[in-house]
């Protein structure tokens, strides 16, 4: 019995794998370690193969292609519906099996090595950001509770912080202080790893053309660029630039009945990451009416003029979204509308 379909269901060290011959029959639905996979993956003639798209799925997408089996990666709530009954590896795996067959599936494109070594680089930076996020909001708590307020803003926070360890102490209890200066040398000594790893995206931005490509589009800078172009890969998976768009989350989500359209606020089902950087770039944009009010481009202001001020940085996000999809299927800089 040849094997034609085989779905996986990764783990850690124990892995259920279910395959099925091109008739429809079960020839194997069983557990295998780590370091069997392989070997097992070896001694099969190349055949589709299904995972979910979670940890490590990427890895051993490239490791069974280098085998010469045809590897997609499927999100994990579009197996979900295939799941007969219960929660066992066995039946997950009899699921995915299933699922990788269906002609209309939707497929998660693998990544390379080469993306996920970037997408590392984002992930420690977004982790440091936080914990700096979440010192800095630390101190104003306990300060305030002592009636001591400071400012708005982190870089007022590392300047607080940097006179606590100078000796600029305030008058609370000695107990306080100390939790004080512990907190306060935390803070100094992150401030700095964040500037590191923004330096260290606008080097490895410089390498890659794509990212330069999407750098020249308004609102999108170095680390927007480079966490889009390491999370999409190729454009060109999408069809067209709303499905780019509704990858992110930025749509809005279609509860239209009885030939009644009903749209509601965005489905937020993308990559949270991304659609918070696009979001940000773009509220960056309007700050900017105040001051150089040519730098925005008319639609946006009109926008503006009719709707609340998230609301329009969110559509600004959508209809950059759509811009970066065109900008990396033509292989083109952007260039702005002209009425």
Known sequence: MQVTTVGLDLAKNIF???????????????????????????????????????????????????????VRLIPAMYVKPYVKRGKSDAVDAAAICEAVTRPTMRFVAIKSEEQQG???????????????????NMLRGLLAEFGIVIAQGIGSAVKFAKGVLDGDKPGIPEVAIDVLG????????????????????????????????????????????????????DASQFRNGREFAAWLGLTPLNRSSGGKERLGRISKMGDQYIRRLLVTGMTSRLRQMKTHPE??????????????VRLATVAMANKTARIIWAVLTKNEYYRAHTA
Not at 57 to 69: F, T
Not at 122 to 130: E, P, S
Not at 204 to 213: F, I, K, S, Y
């Open 182 to 233: 512990n907190l306060s040398n935390q803070l100094v000594a992150l401030h700095p790893r964040v500037r590191w790893y923004e330096m260290r995206m606008r080097l490895q931005a410089r390498q890659d053309p794509h990212v330069m490509l999407l750098r020249t589009i308004p609102g999108v800078g170095p680390v927007t660029a480079s966490a889009i172009v390491a999370t999409a890969g």
């Open 295 to 308: 730098r925005v481009d008319p639609w946006a202001r009109a926008l503006l003029e009719r709707k609340p």
């Open 118 to 136: 970037v997408l590392f680089l984002h992930r420690a930076r977004d982790l440091i950001v936080r914990q700096r996020t979440q010192l800095s």
């Open 16 to 70: 259920q794998v279910h395959g099925v011959s091109e008739n429809g029959e079960v020839a194997f639905n069983q557990a295998l370690r780590r370091a069997q996979l392989l070997a097992f993956f070896e001694k099969l003639p190349p055949c589709l193969v299904g995972m979910e798209a979670c940890g490590s799925s990427h890895y051993w997408a490239r490791e069974l292609s280098k085998l010469g089996h045809d």
